[in-house]
């Protein structure tokens, strides 16, 4: 009897070490920015990893040579809508050697993790919602660890920083020191979206900071990952965790608040396996945060400043205004991106509409049932800390039974200088529960 897939639901409208997003430093950026594509010349693969260049929708692909033969596939009928798997690429196989020489050349810098496995990257695409809340199609990345073929993997869903190059997509950069590879090699099942925007769907606006569309890009790709790895016989143990960096923190808090409130029993697999969540430097209170950079704004520009003042600005005058967003836009994004950005966020928040900002954006007042441990460093002025801390106090209010904030120790405590203090945060949260590395 076919398996019940997972994701059949009702459908509803609604550098390379890139964890932040852009940045200018040197070292630092192997972690931060990823570029090239993901295509490679492997021949093939072995174990968890190792199945052949996939296949068209519904196909499995054709049995691997090298390892013992695997038990038969799960038969698995694909969901109508969101999360239906419409393609499946091998890109490669990076070996374990390459991990551990990637590692050390970051040196003291490096993240604490052990290189064990040779994994195999794939891109998956898949049906998701974009910022109107119609079903498009979108990529991601699975990097699988080699593992024996009884072994079974912890899921960590990873998702990326704000980047503005498509080939830093982490389907499209999957190289030995990228995330997703550095994490498959310690033993993770990793699934990482390109989100909206990227991949397969760059020309389609990215819908920034938007939390329908973003935790919607995160949790179709596990519905669609979950099933190709019950047809492929990959086996997972049962847990689930999320974790990201800047946009990736609220991206990530976005999907662990869809995956605790949409109580269909379609995803009752993914809710009862999430374990732990935790997201690092986040915009998650997206009014508080805008505040902070407006006032970063009127420091730097005195003329600027006797004009506006967070509250008043749906009274600005059309001139000042497009000169405000100008100054807002340029302090979230460079003007040289390849892919496109919706920003109409801001343009919530310039007509003071803080209702409409906590409908489409905020991601910080809820209760969550599961722990969740923020990162965020006090001189953080590209996402600012009181988005974490306005984050932890509205939580708290709500009664949440877990949930802390762990202030980055980087000295300065500033947006890139604290990736690599959340990168160790993040493994040392999940080192307590994660079984089966």
Known sequence: MPARPLGARRVTRAGRWRWAG?????LLSAWLAGCGGGGGGD???????????????????APTPDPPAPAPPVVVEEPAGRGRTLAVERLLRITAVQVREA???LGAQAPPLQATYDVVAWRITYVTLDAEGREVPASGLMAVPVKPPAARSPVLSYQHGTIFNNAEAPSNAAHPEAPPILLAAAGYLVVAADYVGYGVSQG?????????????????????????????SIAGNGQLFLAGYSEGGYTTMAAHRALEADKDAALAVLRAALVSVVPGAGPYHLAATLDALL???????????ALIDPGFLRHLGSSVRAEVRRALVRKLLPGDADVAFDT?????????????????????????????RLFHGRDDRTVPYVSSSSTLQAMQARAAPDVSLVDCRAAPAGHLECVPGYFAYMLGMLAAHVRDL
């Not at 852009?22 to 040197?26: E, H, K, T, V």
């Not at 389609?204 to 492929?232: I, M």
């Not at 006032?295 to 400043?305: G, H, S, T, Y």
């Open 103 to 105: 590692l050390a050349a």
């Open 43 to 61: 021949p093939g693969g072995a174990g968890n990893g190792g199945e052949p260049v996939a296949a068209p929708p519904g196909a499995d692909p």
């Open 344 to 372: 109409r966020f801001i343009d919530a928040y310039l007509d003071d509409d803080r209702d409409k900002i906590e409908r489409q954006s905020n991601v910080h007042d809820w209760r969550p049932t599961l722990p969740v």
């Open 22 to 26: 852009r940045c200018g430093a040197l």
């Open 295 to 305: 006032e970063q704004i009127r420091d730097d520009n005195p003329l600027l400043a």
């Open 204 to 232: 389609t606006p990215h819908p920034y900071l938007l939390s329908a569309p973003g935790a919607a890009a995160v949790v179709d790709l596990l519905v669609a990952a979950h099933n190709w790895r019950a047809r492929n």
